[in-house]
């Protein structure tokens, strides 16, 4: 049981270049969601998705976009980096009907954009 | 609006010693709450919540954490410090303004425990 796994864990990207985030969580949970962690600012949440196929916007969605084909993953993407989006990605998975709202993290993916 | 305050940046406190980490929050109904810990380049770990029950609620590595209504806190203690429980300390509770599973994390609180 791997629990949630993000790929890559860092990536080096140039203003303008495009990136996909890939989050894959093994528990069958229902809801995941895409955060950024920057220094004095905690967790901000970017987008999330409620089940296959569905997403909905966070806090801080501008400059991303998500899909959710298949229950396990979630994909953040980023179609033109800007500097401002060097940051932690974190995606987390949760089952409110299992283990009340309480949410599963993945590791981490630092991303620089230069 | 829902919120989570965590008001100190950074709490030191010498091995062996008593720690408290410090929450408030503000929701309309009943709160789910949650303590997360962040060890560095790490992702966050859960380390216990409070839904519904006993006021004290006990979790991993020790660390237990008091729900206090009248004062809308939920402080995170542990009776004795230990060097390694030095991290990134978070708080959250659920945003109860939609059925989305959604948490609202406070900025965090750097916990610094001193041989």
């Known amino acids: 049981n791997a629990g949630v796994t993000q790929t890559p864990k860092f990536r080096v990207l140039k203003t303008g270049q495009s990136m996909t985030l890939l989050c894959a969580q093994d528990m069958n949970h229902e809801y995941m969601y895409w955060y950024r962690q920057d220094p004095g600012m905690g967790l901000r949440l970017i987008h999330y998705?409620?089940?296959?196929?569905?997403?909905a916007k966070g806090e801080v969605p501008d400059g991303y976009n998500v899909s959710r084909l298949k229950k396990q993953n979630f994909l953040l993407g980023l179609e033109s980096a800007a500097p401002s989006q060097t940051s932690v990605y974190f995606c987390?998975?949760?089952?409110?009907?299992?283990?009340?709202?309480?949410?599963?993290f993945g590791p981490g993916t630092r991303l620089t954009v230069t | 609006a829902q919120s989570v305050a965590q008001p100190e940046d950074q709490v030191n406190v010498a091995e062996g010693n008593p720690l408290t980490v410090k929450c408030t929050y503000s929701v309309s109904g009943n709160p789910y709450l949650f303590w997360y810990v962040q060890y560095p380049n790490r992702g966050l770990q859960f380390l216990l919540k409070y839904i519904t029950g006993d006021n004290l609620v006990k979790g991993s590595y020790g660390f237990e954490a008091e729900f206090n209504k009248s004062q809308t806190s939920f402080h995170l203690k542990k009776p004795s410090a230990l060097v390694s429980d030095s991290a990134l300390y978070f708080c959250?509770?659920?945003?109860?303004?939609?059925?989305?599973?959604?948490?609202?994390f406070g900025q965090g609180t750097t916990l610094q425990v001193k041989p």
């Open positions: 987390a998975s949760s089952s409110p009907s299992r283990d009340g709202y309480e949410q599963y």
């Open positions: 959250a509770v659920r945003d109860l303004s939609s059925n989305t599973g959604k948490l609202i």
């Open positions: 998705s409620v089940g296959e196929g569905t997403t």
